[in-house]
């Protein structure tokens, strides 16, 4: 029988790989005769991509004057970006089939979380811990930005953070590299599908490639300042795994590394990408990137073009730089012909592969965006994976709500749709999305609900107002916009706490606006606004039990909040069906399951922090009083808030003690590691558990823990479940100092828990 599975099997890798061979001959056959017809010039032309603002996300049909319209013309184009509109992509596309050689566009856009519908952000999604998940949000945002003709997503973003000063830590799935690695590789298949030359599979753009997330001090664009080493294990995991689940397309960083900026950095784009990780598909710059190298100081747009093209950048977004002096440097036998036909050529195969070639207007049937954008079957997922992201950092008995209590529903994100969304809304209908009071409305049986909006988010309008529209005054600085403070702070607060006193419980839903996280939006100080602070206080002051529900990007300083709160539900952003997935949480209909991917820091100056840190030589305990000479602060101490992995739920879990199924392994051995885990409480609910490892003595300096697997696992009152997890040598392996990916002998300690800070531990002797 085995024998015959086997040879079935070696009989269908034959014929698949035999079928890739003969589809690559195809392409290369194609691809061959049509480079040999194009000059020089329409080469270069292939490896720019623009974008145009004016009509950018309206139903224009574009005008023969717009720059769009004419660069393609001119053969000087060969991807778009931003366009939404099908009859615009429609019209864009004619143009270019009309052109000589018929080279079709490829269209980008930055689906990040979700397109029409929205998801939650990124970050919140990987405190889901489910893969199944994550997946499918790519794969249902795939079929709705296809439907217009979409076929090229700037996502994932996989850039590992340590640091939640940085805004773009929305963007992301926190601070584990291997973690980040599992995500990677569930977007890649769920945007990529089975089939990317299908008419609903769009091609991603693995961004930012390489360490974006590093950013001395989260400080957006700021130098990364890593070893090689360092780099490789605790930050490049995401980016490779992402290589070898089969991601068509990377976008390089704005940062720089070792000194050269990653948009032309040879070592990242190549020797790394390619050559270590097999990567075969097109590197494009980040929006003007390109340029932006004369800036880091390297050259002008002449020189740094040709650095980034020979560095193995192929596609130029937004900096002309490309078109503007390539041709110049190849008439000064400063690039040659074969680096110009090398990333023609890689864009050529992207647009083949995505089936273009056969059938431009593939996508792009008359009434399929209709059918397929926010159509039931979205808003039902878009409720689904935001019940699965919601934290539960703290919790004294009072959550779940009763449906049937008098609540007093406060704060600027109560009854606030667009605040649901969080960063990187362009393509979402914010305005749409269910605010927290129409889900609990929804949600009560014989209860009641009073709003009161209770404060603004900070004490200082001015500075409201340039978090609120600064980015919108920057595309219309023609446009009046309406006060942020309308009334009187006073005005408000009094009226929040009136409403709290008639309740039974206050539910204060306060954060941070979409705008205080994403591109562009670092903090130096991550508190909770002054003015929600504020109000908070008052509302504790009512005495009523009090429940804080969490709307914000990135991890918050909670010190107070954790001190004086009943109950903290982080709800990071949920997009389109936010009220609705809050109100299944706190009436219990859902019971939280998410788990934290990034550490909640006790104080500004402990960031960066992150679980897997290195013990140093004079360690000190995470919890332990201040002692001169040691690794601690005097004023602080060194473990976080909230710890990487922590979540709680309505149901306790308890955990047996770790059996092995060996405690020696050989190299190319394996050994299972198993736990019991025991839902001992009176619900039903979802346990993640999660498996560490430490490496007790190495050539290097290891960290005191890396997660090494996870299982989430669905347990009914009362019922115990044995979780096992598979240990090879190559969950062991690390780039040691010569950056050789080894396993070294030697004992290491196995840990399992159900948070990076609580668990059992075991010890594996590796020969
Ligand atoms: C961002 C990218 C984004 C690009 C295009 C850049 O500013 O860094 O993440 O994909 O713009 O919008």
New binding site residues.
């Given amino acids: 029988m085995k024998k015959t599975i086997l040879a079935i099997s070696m009989a269908a890798l034959f014929f698949s790989c035999a079928k890739d061979n003969s589809q690559d001959a195809k392409m290369n056959e194609f691809i061959d005769k049509l480079m040999s017809e194009m000059t020089i010039e329409e080469k270069i032309g292939q490896l720019n991509l623009k974008s145009n603002w004016t009509y950018f996300q309206t139903n224009a049909t574009l005008p023969e004057e717009a720059e769009a319209i004419q660069q393609l013309k001119e053969g000087n184009m060969g991807a778009f970006?931003g366009f939404t509109n099908m009859q615009q992509i429609k019209q864009l596309q004619e143009i270019a089939m009309q052109g000589k050689h018929k080279i079709p566009l490829i269209f980008g856009n930055?689906v990040i979380h979700g397109f029409e519908t929205s998801y939650p952000t990124p970050l919140a999604i990987s405190n889901s811990w489910n893969m199944d998940l994550v997946e499918e949000s790519a794969r249902m945002a795939a079929k709705e930005a296809s439907s217009v003709g979409i076929n090229w997503v700037?996502s994932p973003?996989v850039d590992i953070c340590r640091d939640a000063r940085w805004g773009r830590i929305v963007e992301g799935g926190g601070e584990d590299p291997y973690l980040g690695g599992e995500i990677a590789k569930a977007y890649v298949r769920g945007y990529q599908g089975e089939d990317l030359s299908a008419d609903n599979s769009v091609m991603v753009c693995v961004?930012?490639y390489a360490l974006y997330g590093g950013a001395e001090a989260g400080r957006d664009y700021n130098s990364v300042f890593l070893s090689r080493q360092e780099a490789l294990n605790g930050f490049m995991n995401p980016y490779k795994q992402a290589a070898i689940a089969g991601a068509g397309s990377y976008?390089s960083s704005?940062n720089e590394f070792e000194g050269i900026p990653a948009t032309c950095n040879h070592y990242l784009l190549t020797e790394v990408l390619r050559d270590q990780w097999g990567f075969k598909g097109f590197v494009v710059s980040?929006?003007t990137a390109v340029n932006e190298i004369i800036a880091h100081g390297i050259g002008d747009q002449q020189e740094v073009a040709r650095r980034a093209l020979q560095a193995g950048l192929d596609m130029d977004?937004g900096s002309d730089a490309f078109v503007k002096t390539l041709k110049k440097s190849y008439d000064e036998g400063k690039v040659s012909e074969e680096d110009i036909n090398k990333a023609c050529r890689r864009i050529l195969e992207a647009k083949w592969k995505l089936g273009l070639f056969e059938d431009p207007y593939k996508y792009l049937k008359e009434g399929r965006d209709s059918v397929e954008i926010r159509n039931a079957e979205q808003l039902a997922f878009a409720r689904k994976i935001a019940q699965e992201c919601q934290v539960l950092l703290k919790n004294n008995g009072v959550l779940p709500l009763k449906k049937n209590a008098k609540i007093a529903l406060i704060g600027p994100f109560a009854d606030n749709a667009k605040e649901m969304e969080g960063a990187w809304a362009m393509s979402h209908r914010a305005d749409e999305n269910v605010t927290i009071l129409q889900g609990v409305k929804e949600a009560l049986e014989g209860g009641s609900v009073t709003y009161a909006q209770g404060s603004y988010i900070f004490e200082d309008e001015a500075k409201e107002e340039s978090v609120t529209y600064g980015l919108m005054k920057m595309f219309r600085p023609d446009m009046e916009f309406p006060s942020v403070h309308p009334l009187p702070q006073s005005t408000l607060l009094a009226e929040a706490v009136r409403v709290a006193r008639n309740a039974d419980v206050v539910v204060a839903c306060l954060g941070e606006l979409n705008n205080m996280s994403g591109?562009g939006s670092s903090r130096s100080d991550i508190s909770m606004p002054d003015a929600e602070e504020n109000l908070l206080k008052a509302l504790k002051a009512t005495g009523k039990p009090l429940v804080l529900v969490l709307t914000t990007g990135r991890p918050l300083l909670l010190n107070w909040e954790n001190e004086n709160c009943d109950a903290i539900l982080n709800t990071w952003n949920l997009g389109a069906e936010a009220g609705h997935a809050i109100a299944d949480v706190l009436f219990g209909d859902v019971n939280p399951s998410g788990k934290l991917t990034t550490s909640f820091p006790r104080a500004n100056g402990q960031m960066p922090i992150y679980y897997n840190h290195k013990n140093t030589g004079r360690p000190h305990g995470d919890t332990d009083p201040y002692r001169k000479f040691v690794s601690c602060f005097m004023d602080v101490e060194n473990g976080p808030l909230y710890y990487f992995g922590y979540g709680l739920s309505y149901t306790t879990f308890e955990y047996g003690d770790i059996k092995l199924s060996g405690k020696e392994m050989d190299q190319n051995g394996n050994i299972t590691a198993s736990i019991t885990v025991k839902n001992t409480g009176d619900r039903e609910g979802k346990e993640t558990v999660q498996l560490y490892i430490h490496d007790i003595y190495s050539t290097s300096t290891r960290p005191v823990k890396e997660l090494k697997g996870f299982q989430k696992i669905n347990l009914k009152p009362g019922e115990t479940k044995t979780v096992e997890f598979k240990i090879t040598a190559e969950e062991l392996k690390y780039y040691d100092h010569d950056l050789n990916f080894v396993c070294e002998p030697g004992d290491y300690e196995i840990m399992i828990g159900t948070n990076s800070n609580d668990v059992k531990t075991a010890t594996l002797t590796v020969k």
């Fill in positions: 970006y930055d700037y973003m961004k930012h976008m704005f980040d929006a977004m591109e």
